[in-house]
């Protein structure tokens, strides 16, 4: 359809203008290591950088070259042409595609600057280090980068990598927000972990392999139909919970109890459309776990103070028959979980590919008697074991709330001072690039990032 000569210069103009004004800013989103003032032991991990610097530059780039398209075409035969409806609908497509890249610069930049925060930059940076190490699977899948930062609320969670950014591209690396009000104590590695454990379930598409089970199970109808549709329902965030009692021993339902203790109403609230299993019974279930993998009577010593503190007594009838029928059910769900052999494993169960020795009780206590003699031990061991220790110490009532605080700031500085020193010693040895001599792209001043 023709347009209107007395409208078609004004809309023609005035789009040009807006489309030209985009470019302007898109060209003023800076790379991150050009803004993003820290401490070399503050910074995250090569890799993470890389990942999300790469992305940012293809998808400035992409947006650069919609945008000089849309200007071609609006200053072309065909614009002129084109109805100011026409010509406004692809603008607003545009700007929409703008506006997500900006929302995904701000996600990324909001992790990062937090690292210029004193003290708490370094010790975000050390979790890194432990979220990293808390992910890894040898020989089963080649794990993304992690990176960290605190946010207020006393819930953690995770926006995981490969999944959908804000307008659709993928996300490089994994990013995991870590409760506040948790830094610094043992109950952060809980968050931590079982944040990194819907990574890691997701990698090893854990929650599909087990559906079909837990369906074979309902189909089944042995009396416990209720409980084995809510498992079903709750799987993803189960499956979480595992993964953090296999990595940090007690300190997982430790720090869980943290979180859920809450007024009695929201702790025997069951809601089926809430992926977050009903806080009194998904203690339980941590406590089960760890008695799965790492058998003591601790567990049942901490699921039983856990029922002190929020008894059934004063339930309804039927909501006191609900939980009774879900905590029946407990050890034939465990049992399936632990023993549960997904594709990805090539034969092991999870029970064998994650339960480790070291993370026995015994085994940790005695870790920690020694690494209180030397603590330069603990700095050396994998960060989840260091963290596993600490939990077991302070439910043994062996470390006071004082000395767990200093003892993993410590331990966090030291590790995010290590990465920095092993990162810096890497790049000593690399030549460094020479200048590039072909001219620099024209559509962007920071196009060489990519």
């Known amino acids: 359809m023709t347009v209107q000569s007395e409208k078609a210069p004004v809309a023609t103009r ?5 489309a030209r004004a985009l470019l302007t800013r898109l060209d003023r989103l800076q790379p991150y290591s050009l803004r993003m003032p820290m401490v070399a032991s503050a910074a995250i991990s090569p890799q993470a950088m890389t990942a999300i610097e790469h992305h ?4 400035r780039r992409r947006l ?16 002129q042409l084109t109805s100011p409806a026409e010509a406004q609908r692809r603008f607003t497509f545009l700007r929409l595609r703008f506006i997500s890249l900006i929302s995904q610069f701000d996600i990324f930049a909001d992790v990062i600057s937090q690292r210029s925060e004193h003290e708490t930059g370094v010790w975000v940076a050390g979790l890194d280090d432990v979220a990293a190490e808390a992910l890894e699977l040898p020989g089963v899948y080649r794990a993304p980068p992690v990176i960290c930062y605190l946010e207020r609320g006393h819930g953690a969670a995770i926006r995981r990598a490969r999944t959908r950014l804000p307008g659709g591209d993928e996300n490089p690396v994994a990013v995991i927000r870590v409760p506040r009000e948790r830094m610094v104590g043992s109950g952060v590695a809980s968050s931590l972990v079982h944040e990194v454990g819907h990574q890691a379930a ?6 599909n392999s087990l559906r079909p089970a837990l369906q074979e199970r309902l189909q089944n109808g042995d009396g416990q139909v209720t409980a084995w549709r809510l498992w079903e329902r709750w799987i993803s965030e189960i499956v979480a919970d595992f993964w953090s009692v296999a990595k940090v021993g007690i300190a997982a339902p430790l720090g869980l109890i943290g979180v859920v203790s809450l007024p009695r109403a929201f702790v025997f609230r069951v809601d089926v459309e809430d992926p977050h299993p009903a ?24 699921a039983r103070l856990w029922e002190s503190f929020y008894p059934l007594d004063d339930l309804r009838e039927e909501k006191r028959r609900l939980f009774a029928a879900m905590e029946t059910a407990i050890p034939d769900f465990v049992s399936l979980l632990v023993n549960h052999r997904p594709l990805a494993l090539r034969g092991q169960s999870l029970k064998e590919a994650l339960a480790s020795p070291e993370r026995q009780p015994a085994q940790l206590a005695a870790y920690y008697r020694a690494w209180r003699v030397s ?4 700095r050396a061991a994998p960060p989840t074991l260091a963290f596993a220790a600490v939990g077991q ?12 605080s200093r003892t993993l700031a410590d331990l966090l500085t030291y590790w995010a001072a290590r990465s920095a020193l092993d990162t810096s010693a890497v790049c ?18 920071y196009s060489f990032i990519a």
């Open 202 to 207: 997701a990698l090893l598409d854990l929650v």
């Open 428 to 445: 000593a040895t690399q030549p460094r690039p020479r200048a590039l001599k072909r001219a620099p792209r024209p559509q962007t001043k």
């Open 375 to 378: 603590p330069t031990l603990m």
């Open 279 to 302: 806080p009194w019974i998904r203690v339980k279930l941590s406590c089960a776990m760890g008695q799965a993998l790492y058998p003591h009577p601790q567990w049942a010593a901490l």
């Open 14 to 18: 005035m789009l040009e203008q807006e």
């Open 393 to 404: 110490a302070k439910f043994d009532g062996r470390i006071t709330p004082e000395e767990e």
């Open 56 to 59: 940012m530059a293809r998808a």
């Open 64 to 79: 650069h070259g919609m945008v000089g398209d849309y200007l071609r075409w609006l200053r072309g035969p065909a614009g």
